[in-house]
């Protein structure tokens, strides 16, 4: 067996192996593209990483990266791993309330972006890191692996930290081997590089020895040019971008014939839009991945499999579930309970701040609130994503974030907030408000202009529509289900 690598050691070694290829590929929107070399991609990191030191960085501290898709967050990535420190991916259209609550919760080291708000290196001075070595610093092995934020269940911010040192031999990276990367591999992450989905895919990949295709911002009809000219041959989505690429005119007409991986996660997928992308790009091809950012669990399914077992995420792989009732009670296979997994030794595989530890039952199973059922084959469905939390185009929208900024509205007796089904998105973001004064509502634009003021554009609701009265039961809570199922499901 080989010596163990780190992230910052794996792209060293790979950069003196084939310093002159092109390994990070960025595509603009305005139609250009900016690329590294693994020579340019490992020295600039290098700097960076050098910078890093200076702050203080090492094992353990958290360096926040509140930039979009581009070359630099890639190459800031890469050198905090090569500083031992633990990335902090943060979206950075966030607002500055949000943001700031989530930084509260880290109180990262240091912080790369470009806000002038902040403390930060930023894009221009990672420009200018000329006086700093372009050799690998000494450093630790990273440990937290990745820090990823999430607004919570209860609204309030929370961390998701993925414990462990950052650490293996060659071609040991056992997430590589379950999602079948090679090493001559070109994958293509459209997402935004905040997601759990796509960041950790491309650190993955990278530390494999593969190369990497991003985009400013996902476009369907561009994404069919890129997989074209670059010819990728893993390509990672989530069910909306599926969609919405199946919708373009002329998909069925080009040349797709690069991509070997499809790997779709993070919602439910419609059965046409599975379909579809199996008729598109092969069965084979086709993989869906059921997991959690806390790695609960894991199943895998590709399209051979799904087409003989159609609605299913699959079976475990080193996972067991037991499905239970509200009594915690173990259900029989095909009836839908809630889901709770054990991942390898039951150990977890995560760690919470500013949120609870998840709910665990048995030895060592814990649930992330999805339900579903396991078929008698041992084959998982999901009935609902979860109870309350809102799946839209692949992101994650708690409810209780959304509420705490309309209930602020002087003119507002209360608010639920759900998703309704959505062609494109999966899910749409729709807020019913009880007024106080049912003869003098709230304006709808001034709540919907809050909202734009204090969240991200994606949690913002599509529709805001005013009642007289919340439905409740009989312990005064709202009745989330019964108002989805009132308008659509």
Not at 83 to 109: I, Q
Not at 336 to 349: H, P, T
Request: charged share 25%.
């Amino acid at each position: 067996m080989s010596e163990p690598l780190t992230a910052g050691s794996a792209a060293h070694l790979f950069a003196q192996r084939a310093p002159d290829e092109v390994v990070v590929i960025c595509a603009r929107e305005d139609g250009g593209a900016d690329t590294l070399t693994r020579q340019q991609f490992d020295r600039w990191a290098n700097r960076l990483a050098h910078r890093l030191l200076e702050a203080g960085v090492g094992p353990g501290d958290f360096v926040a990266v509140i930039l979009p898709n581009c070359v630099e967050h890639l190459v800031a990535t890469l050198a905090i791993y090569k500083a031992g420190g633990t990335p902090m991916p943060v979206s950075y259209s966030m607002p500055a309330e949000e943001r700031d609550g989530l930084l509260a919760l880290a109180t990262p080291r240091c912080i790369i972006g470009d806000m002038a708000d902040l403390d930060a290196i930023s894009r221009a001075d990672m420009q200018a890191l000329e006086s700093y070595p372009d050799m690998p610093p000494e450093a630790g092995v990273p440990n937290p692996v990745k820090a990823l934020g999430s607004g919570g269940s209860t609204g309030k911010p929370k961390l998701i930290v993925t414990p462990g040192p950052f650490q293996f031999p060659e071609g040991e990276h056992p997430t590589a081997k379950l999602l079948r990367f090679l090493p001559s591999d070109l994958q293509y992450s459209p997402g935004p590089l905040y997601h759990n989905g796509p960041f950790f895919f491309t650190q993955v990949m990278l530390f494999h020895g593969g190369r990497i295709l991003v985009n400013e911002r996902f476009n369907a009809a561009r994404m069919l040019d890129l997989i074209e000219e670059y010819r990728p041959t893993a390509l990672n989505l989530v069910p909306t971008m599926m969609q919405r690429l199946l919708r373009e005119p002329e998909v069925e007409s080009r040349d797709l014939s690069s991509v070997r991986l499809l790997w779709h996660y993070a919602a439910a997928c419609p059965d046409w839009a599975k379909r579809g992308c199996i008729e598109l790009f092969g069965a084979e091809t086709v993989l869906e991945l059921w997991a959690a950012t806390e790695a609960t669990g894991i199943t895998v399914i590709d399209g051979a499999e799904w087409l003989e077992h159609p609605g299913s995420v699959g079976r475990g792989v080193l996972t067991e579930f037991r499905i239970v009732d509200e009594e915690r009670q173990v259900l029989p296979p095909g009836e839908v309970g809630e889901i709770f997994s054990r991942f390898g030794d039951g150990s977890a595989g995560y760690q919470y701040l500013g949120a609870n530890e998840l709910e665990t039952v048995g030895d060592g199973f814990v649930s992330v609130g999805d339900l579903g059922y396991v078929d008698e084959e041992g084959y998982l469905y999901l009935a609902d994503r979860r109870t309350d939390m809102i799946i839209s185009g692949g992101a994650n929208i708690f409810p209780a974030e959304v509420e705490a900024v309309i209930s602020s509205h002087p003119a507002v007796q209360d608010v639920a907030v759900v998703g309704l089904k959505d062609d494109d998105l999966g899910r749409r973001v729709h807020a019913i408000v009880e007024p106080r004064d049912s003869s003098q509502p709230p304006d709808v634009e001034a709540l919907t202009a809050m909202c734009l003021q204090e969240l991200a554009r994606y949690k913002v609701p599509r529709a805001i529509e005013i009642v007289d009265k919340l439905p409740r039961n009989e312990a005064g809570k709202i009745r989330r289900l019964a108002l989805r199922e009132a308008r659509g499901g």
